[in-house]
């Protein structure tokens, strides 16, 4: 199953006596066994390598002490006594949880684990995928986004998920007293270019004023990153064009960012600022 699939089991606290994480999404995992501690209410107790010793004593500690969550890591480089003791545990497991956490994938272990339990793919998100768990973190707080929305935070932000964990944990208190987040708040919370100069630009612009580059080539200087100020001057845009002639001006200044994996914003910016000074931009 998937990292949603199990959260999506989680929400309603079906929880599993094993598990095994296996792949390369390392903060997905912490998350889930964040999630499971807390659900459980349960010691944890991890085992790895340099105390692979403890394995017995952490498997068959009393139940009189409490719930426990016991954590394996890289278990496929144990003792061959040790993985015996713990392919017992999983094919007759307890009440307590156990978590197997993996990096490679192993056939045999998976199949043994879905036996009594759930094997969790923690695949690299990208795509659909990654909207969908986005989308999620904002549902849990009751926050209502777009998809557009989504992929704007994920062009101001990128794919890294503590980065973008962060981020949407930042657009929720700001739009706290808002149910539905517009791409709008998107661009103002997390675009990171001061709201003042942000809107002194976007007035450069609407007035034809040709100190609009000056102000662009100097907040590019003072590190504001070029891909910010794009999205913020298309947002406003947004407001103050039909839709259509946004992205035609998008498009003739040559913004292409699905066919260009590293695209030079600068000469875009420029080029498409200076478009828009031979236009009046008026609101509808």
């Known amino acids: 199953m998937t990292y949603n699939q199990l959260e999506e089991k989680l929400e309603r606290e079906d929880v599993a006596s094993c598990y095994l994480f296996v792949g390369e999404e390392e903060f997905l995992k912490q998350r889930a066994v964040k999630r499971l501690s807390s659900l459980l209410s349960a010691r944890r107790i991890i085992i790895n390598r340099e105390n692979e010793k403890e394995l017995n004593s952490a498997l ?3 139940l009189i002490f409490g719930r426990k969550l016991v954590l394996i ?13 713990l392919l017992g545990y999983i094919k007759n ?22 036996q009594n339990g759930d094997v969790v793919i923690f695949g690299h ?14 549902q849990k707080e009751g926050k209502e986004v777009d998809e557009s929305g989504i992929e704007t935070l994920l062009n101001i932000v990128g794919e890294d998920l503590p ?19 517009t791409e709008e708040d998107i661009v103002v919370a997390s675009s990171g270019v001061p709201s003042k ?15 609009a580059i000056n102000l662009c080539l100097q907040l590019m200087e003072a590190g504001i990153q070029e891909s910010h100020i794009l999205f913020f001057l298309a947002s406003k845009m947004r407001r103050a064009k039909a839709q259509a002639e946004v992205f035609r001006l998008l498009t003739e200044t040559d913004l ?3 066919r260009e994996p590293r695209v030079c914003y600068t000469p875009i910016i420029l080029s498409l600022i ?5 236009q009046e931009i008026k609101h509808n």
């Open 163 to 181: 980065l973008l964990s962060v981020e949407i944990e930042k657009l929720i208190l700001f739009c706290q007293e808002k149910e539905r987040i």
């Open 256 to 258: 292409s960012l699905k």
């Open 93 to 114: 497991p307890e009440e307590s949880t156990i978590i197997l956490l993996e990096k490679e994938r192993n056939p045999s272990l998976e199949k043994i684990v879905s």
């Open 274 to 278: 200076l478009r828009l000074l031979q």
């Open 60 to 62: 068959s500690q009393s």
């Open 197 to 211: 100069d942000n809107f002194k630009l976007f007035e450069l612009i609407k007035r034809r004023d040709r100190s």
């Open 125 to 138: 998100l990208s795509g659909k995928s990654l909207i969908l768990w986005a989308k999620g973190l904002f």
């Open 73 to 85: 890591e890289d278990a496929s480089h144990f003792s061959k006594e040790n993985k015996g003791l």
